[in-house]
């Protein structure tokens, strides 16, 4: 039994698998089975065939009965290595948008460095909202990713279509070597697009695969659970808008 799970242990670190679990929605049962066979070596030396010989099972339970504590701190350190992640969150109007821009410039101030983008409402001339678009946070570089017209091939996301240009856009200015620089990483925002694995989602998956970063995410209050949930990460603080 110990030699399968050894085994199982050993494929949890195939970068493939991981990111499997990731897009499927698993990170949760990732992030639980990684911490559970990263203690895994130090309980198969204290059952060797040897031990098991000098003390029996009631003596190695009593030994990893009082080794738990120990075991505990392991995990709960692992924990607080994943990246931190603060959601802003609200609905339609209520302001995320404008919590955010005042959160960023609280973080530049203490010295931080951001890479990101933000979302702007994109307005007819009767001022009536057709789309949105991204602002790189950096550059101030803008442009459109969804609008309520747009070409079939556009993918569908309620209202509105989404730009792949506009998509190809974030990607490119949340490139590796842009992540690598930046202290914290802003999303604005995530909602049914990526708990479907589409749109920003193959990008966290690849920044908390690859280099993982403290995140700063805007979303819907009520897909903030299953948000919160999809990825493996750390500590999650939610900010409400409204409040």
Not at 111 to 138: K, M, P, Q, W
Not at 198 to 223: A, C, F, Y
Request: charged residues 30%; positive net charge.
């Amino acid at each position: 039994m110990l030699t399968a799970f050894s085994a199982i242990s050993s494929e949890m670190k195939n970068p493939v698998i991981k990111a499997i679990l990731y897009s499927r929605g698993f990170a949760p049962l990732y992030r639980s089975l990684s911490m559970a066979f990263a203690v895994l070596p130090e309980i198969i030396s204290s059952v060797s065939e040897k031990n098991r010989r000098l003390k029996g099972i009631s003596g190695l339970l009593e030994k990893q009965l009082l080794r738990a504590d120990q075991l505990y701190e392991r995990i709960r350190t692992m924990g607080l290595s994943l990246p931190r992640i603060i959601l802003i969150t609200g609905d339609r109007g209520e302001g995320k948008t404008g919590l955010l821009r005042n959160k960023m410039e609280e973080l530049k101030r203490e010295g931080r460095a951001l890479c990101g983008f933000i979302a702007e409402g994109i307005h007819d001339a009767s001022g009536e909202r057709t789309g949105y678009g991204i602002i790189n946070i950096n550059t101030g570089e803008r442009i459109g990713f969804c609008h309520m017209e747009g070409p079939d091939h556009w993918e569908r996301v309620g209202r509105f279509r989404v730009n792949p240009d506009g998509l190809a856009k974030g990607y490119e200015w949340m490139s590796p070597e842009n992540v690598r620089k930046a202290d914290l990483i802003v999303i604005d925002e995530l909602g049914p697009l990526e708990l479907a694995g589409k749109g920003w989602s193959p990008l966290i998956d690849r920044i908390l695969r690859d280099d993982p970063k403290p995140m700063i995410w805007t979303v819907r209050t009520q897909l903030a659970a299953k948000i919160a949930h999809k990825w493996n990460v750390g500590e999650v603080e939610e900010i409400k808008a409204k409040e």
